[in-house]
């Protein structure tokens, strides 16, 4: 059990560094973070896309797919006013 716990501990490590390294440029490049980046590719797999079909398109839970949606949504509308990173 105690190496298993050492995987699971090591690969939530390595996913951190990654997510590290990666946002940054996804911002700099997109003007997008990754969770934002990872959800327009779910939606954009996904004929017509709802908070369920997020959630499983993400393999996330419906309340972290609809925190996920407003974020974008409010992101939308901050470029809209010209207050958001550009598009």
Do not use: K, W, Y
């Not at 797999?45 to 996330?60: F, I, K, M, P, Y």
């Amino acid at each position: 059990m105690a190496d298993l716990r050492r995987v699971f501990s090591d690969v939530g490590r390595a996913q951190a560094q990654l997510e590290t390294a990666v946002n940054p440029r996804l911002r700099s490049e997109l003007g997008l973070p990754l969770v934002l980046f990872e959800s327009m590719t779910a939606i954009a797999d996904t004929e017509s896309c709802r908070v369920h079909e997020l959630a499983a398109g993400l393999g996330r839970p419906v309340l972290s797919a609809e925190q996920i949606a407003q974020l974008a949504a409010t992101l939308r509308e901050l470029r809209r006013a010209g207050l958001g990173p550009p598009a």
